[in-house]
Structure formats: structure tokens, C-alpha cells
Nanobody, 122 residues
Framework: QVQLKESGPGLVNPSQTLSLTCTVS??????????WSWIRRPPGKGLEWIGY???????YYNPSLRSRASISRDTSNNHFSLQLSSATPEDTAFYYC??????????????WGQGTQVTVSS
């Protein structure tokens, strides 16, 4: 079965770029009918969808973060990454990567990484 794991610095200075990588095993990023997503949970708040990259490489973003977020992939190493520019303390959150499957009932997030805490502060 597919497994995902987030990695990257746990502390980011304000105005710097928050950068994370999701390493995928058990399934190729180019597999048909799946997308690869970033989601976060700020402290005391609910989950917030950041964006995803489709199996063909197209990217889609939450409009509230579109100006700052960038998702890319490295198919050779089977990982995809998140870069969130101009980070502020409000970007402090627990960050997850996940695989998404579009079904007739909606988008299903069945496979998740364990998540990683990222704190934006000086």
C-alpha cells in the first residue's frame, strides 16, 4: 500500500519560504486517477487544503494561498514538494501530505502522511 512521509525544517523565520517534501512509496506519482495534496491544520483550527498536483503534473491551489504556494514534483525520486513563500506566524501549523482519489461521491483522501509540525517565528 502507498505510504507518504513529510520532511523539512520544523522552524522557519518570518518572510522566509516554508519548504516541505513528501516522499511516496508503494505508488508512483504518475499513476492514473490519483492526485497528491498538501493540507495543514493550524493550532486550534480545522484542516485547510493548500493544493495538489495531478498525476500529469497540473497544479491547483486554495485561492487564499495561491499567490504564495507552489507544488512541484520529482518523479525520479517519487516525491513532491511544497513551497510557501513569505511565511508569517499564521502559517504555523501541522502539515500533511496525502493522496487523493476523485470519486463520484467527491474527492477521497485515503492515504496520509503522519504530518510534521512547522513553526514560523523568529
Amino acid at each position: 500500500q502507498v505510504q507518504l512521509k513529510e520532511s523539512g525544517p520544523g522552524l522557519v523565520n518570518p518572510s522566509q519560504t516554508l519548504s516541505l517534501t513528501c516522499t511516496v512509496s508503494g505508488g508512483a506519482l504518475t499513476t492514473n486517477n490519483y492526485g497528491w495534496s498538501w493540507i495543514r491544520r493550524p493550532p486550534g483550527k480545522g484542516l485547510e487544503w493548500i493544493g495538489y498536483i495531478a498525476n500529469g503534473g497540473s497544479t491547483y491551489y486554495n485561492p487564499s494561498l495561491r499567490s504564495r504556494a507552489s507544488i512541484s514534483r520529482d518523479t525520479s525520486n517519487n516525491h513532491f514538494s511544497l513551497q510557501l513563500s513569505s511565511a508569517t506566524p499564521e502559517d504555523t501549523a501541522f502539515y500533511y501530505c496525502a493522496r487523493v482519489y476523485p470519486s463520484v461521491a467527491g474527492y477521497l483522501y485515503q492515504d496520509w502522511g503522519q504530518g510534521t509540525q512547522v513553526t514560523v517565528s523568529s
